[in-house]
C-alpha cells in the first residue's frame, strides 16, 4: 500500500491543518490529540512520511522514541498523573486510524477510564490550556537539564 500523502497528519505537517503544537524539531512534531482519550493525551509523529513503525527508517524510529522520551516526564507533571500509557498501532485492523505512523502519550490515573479512541473532539480552549501547563513544565524540565531551548512551540 502506498503512503496517503493527504492524511490528516500529513497535511498538520505541512501547517495544513491547525494543530496545538508542543514541541518540534528536524525530525518529529509533537501536538495535543484532538480525540483525546485522557487529558493531555499528545500525540508525536515523525517527519518522514511512513503509514505505520514497520515503515518508518530506523533514524526516525529513533527520533520519536526521543522525543517521547524527552516530552513524556513534562505531560506526566503538567498533568498531576501518577502514570502514562505511551502506544503505538500498525495499520488499520489493529485499530490505527490515521494512516501516518504516530506515538500516542496517555496521562493515566487508576481506575479512570479511557475515552474511546477517536471518538470526541475536545474544546480546542481546552487544549490550548493543557498544552500550555505542558509545554511551561517543559520549559522549566529543560532548564533545570542545561539542554538546548526548544526549536518551536506553540501555546
Do not use: W
Not at 33 to 45: A, C, E, R, Y
Amino acid at each position: 500500500m502506498s503512503y496517503d500523502s493527504q492524511n490528516v497528519f500529513a497535511r498538520i505537517l505541512r501547517d495544513e491543518l491547525p494543530s496545538v503544537r508542543i514541541y518540534e524539531d528536524a525530525h518529529t512534531v509533537a501536538f495535543m490529540d484532538l480525540m483525546p482519550q485522557s487529558d493531555g493525551h499528545v500525540l508525536v509523529v515523525p517527519r518522514e512520511a511512513a503509514e505505520t513503525l514497520l515503515d518508518l527508517s530506523v533514524a526516525s524510529t529513533l527520533a520519536c522514541m526521543q522525543t517521547v522520551k524527552l516530552i513524556a516526564p513534562s505531560i506526566k507533571r503538567a498533568m498531576k498523573v501518577p502514570g502514562l500509557m505511551i502506544m503505538q498501532i500498525n495499520g488499520k485492523d489493529a485499530g490505527q486510524t490515521v494512516p501516518h505512523v504516530h506515538f500516542h502519550i496517555i496521562p493515566r490515573r487508576a481506575g479512570e477510564p479511557l475515552r474511546l479512541h477517536a471518538a470526541q473532539v475536545a474544546p480546542a480552549d481546552r487544549l490550548r490550556a493543557y498544552a500550555k501547563s505542558i509545554l511551561q513544565c517543559l520549559k522549566e524540565d529543560r532548564a533545570a537539564a542545561s539542554d538546548a531551548p526548544l526549536t518551536r512551540i506553540d501555546a
